[in-house]
């Protein structure tokens, strides 16, 4: 019998750089694609992802953008941890597949947790594949309790019902539209702030934040992505980060206003992340013609859950980039 040695312990957390993003592709395409084949989904491969994406996403998690190597000094492991105000998550997170089973996991994740709390989060969460019972058993062990699915609902673009809406972009009172969707956001869910992705999101010409107002008040808001998620592609679809609204009436208005924006911009389709803890909200939505895509088991740490928005408002947060 022969016996394998235990490599060596990875070195790190350290910080996350633009010149990593294609170390961190190649982790990221290798990994989850080896999760999809161990998963039974052995055609699936997971493409590189948009460099302008990864730097958003190394910038907004700030220094939650971990990374741990070998003793090579080749990159072994990541984990992006964000923070929006109060409300925590991590992802995406990744171990190289020849790393695994080796704690490093439970380790990169814990310090994602440290890191959270360190930063004052309230919420404390990450999202996984609900068919993947291998990765809700490992986020179990390290205290995370399942909840309910995000679910990505798509509906094409164009023109189903007509509103006024502005773009963050083109106001001239930029400044203060910002504050009104910090303010309108903090009001539903105390703490929580999207600012700092929506700065991103024009710095670096992803997208825009599509803004509904009622008699002068901004009621509702949602934050968009249209640049292609895949590096190399075409942009198809414009994706709905966050949404935020105060009643139905509002989000319905919101969600015709990003599909004008999808228009606008030559795309085919809208994709929104409906967390079904929104129940009524996400049956409206079905009835109103969107579709189910995909599934995301959103999984939050004991003792730290989302926060319940009360009323007809809503606050969707994608946990992923």
Excluded at 151 to 170: H, N, P, Y
């Amino acid at each position: 019998m022969a016996w394998r040695l235990e490599p060596a312990p990875l070195r790190g957390p350290e910080p996350a750089q633009a010149r990593d993003v294609d170390a961190l592709n190649k982790l990221f395409s290798e990994s989850f694609t080896d999760r999809y084949r161990r998963d039974g989904l052995s055609g699936m491969r997971v493409p590189h992802l948009n460099p302008l994406v990864w730097r958003y996403a190394i910038e907004d998690a700030g220094e939650g953008a971990m990374l741990w190597r070998d003793e090579k000094g080749h990159l072994a492991a990541f984990n992006l941890v964000h923070h929006s105000g109060s409300e925590g998550w991590m992802g995406p997170l990744a171990v190289r597949p020849d790393r695994q089973g080796c704690g490093e996991g439970k380790r990169i994740v814990e310090a994602g947790i440290e890191w959270l709390q360190k930063a004052g989060a309230t919420t404390i969460g990450l999202e996984t594949m609900p068919r993947t019972v291998e990765n809700i058993g490992f986020y179990s062990a390290l205290g995370f309790v399942p909840g309910h699915l995000t679910v990505t609902l798509i509906d094409d673009a164009g023109i189903r019902g007509r509103t006024e809406a502005l773009q963050l972009s083109k106001v001239t009172d930029r400044a203060s539209k910002l504050a009104a969707c910090t303010a309108l956001t903090a009001k539903l869910s105390p703490g929580v702030d999207f600012s700092r992705e929506q700065e991103l999101t024009e710095r670096y010409l992803l997208g825009d934040t599509s803004l509904v107002m009622r008699s002068g008040e901004l009621v509702g808001f949602a934050l968009w992505h249209s640049a292609p998620l895949a590096d190399g592609r075409h942009a198809e679809e414009l994706r709905v980060l966050k949404c935020v609204a105060v009643d139905r009436a509002a989000l319905r208005e919101v969600l015709v206003a990003v599909r004008q924006a999808a228009a606008q911009e030559g795309l085919r389709r809208v994709a929104l992340r409906c967390q079904t803890a929104y129940g009524d909200a996400y049956a409206a939505l079905v009835a109103d013609g969107w579709r189910a895509h995909w599934t995301d088991l959103r999984m939050t740490l004991a003792g730290s859950p989302e926060p319940k928005v009360k009323g007809e408002g809503v606050v969707w947060s994608n946990w992923e980039i």
